[in-house]
């Protein structure tokens, strides 16, 4: 059975930092890319940054800079390291595999996690 567990979110103040956790289980880890999400409310979910197998890394342009994702493949987890955090970070962070559409796109290959709240106060 796949499992994606979230964990670290929390309330941080504008300007700090947190650092997430997710560990997978139930499917290969190491040769998979992996991905972070990010979902506010009444808003669409978001592709973060993605980590392949290599540890190459992508970010979106709103992170770019700001946060770092990692991955330790004995412990079959992907970190997100958050800095300088704004308020418009203030989300559920997920994570996921990422798998590639016919298209090309990369999108979410299983189903979701509970995801862990991350808040940015002012």
């Known amino acids: 059975q796949v499992q994606l567990v979230e964990s670290g979110g929390g309330l941080a103040q504008a300007g700090g930092s947190l650092r997430l956790s997710c560990a997978a289980s139930?499917?290969?880890?190491?040769?998979?890319?992996m991905a972070w999400y990010r979902q506010a409310p009444g808003k669409q979910r978001e592709l973060v940054a993605t980590i392949t197998s290599g540890s190459s890394t992508n970010y979106a342009d709103f992170v770019k800079g700001r946060f770092t994702i990692s991955r330790d493949n004995a412990k079959n987890t992907v970190y997100l390291q958050m800095n300088s955090l704004k308020p418009e970070d203030t989300s559920v962070y997920y994570c996921?595999?990422?798998?590639?559409?016919?298209?090309?796109?990369?999108?979410?290959?299983?189903?979701w996690g509970q995801g862990t709240q991350v808040t940015v106060s002012s």
């Open positions: 996921n595999k990422v798998g590639t559409s016919s298209t090309g796109r990369p999108y979410a290959y299983y189903s």
């Open positions: 139930g499917f290969m880890f190491r040769i998979n890319t």
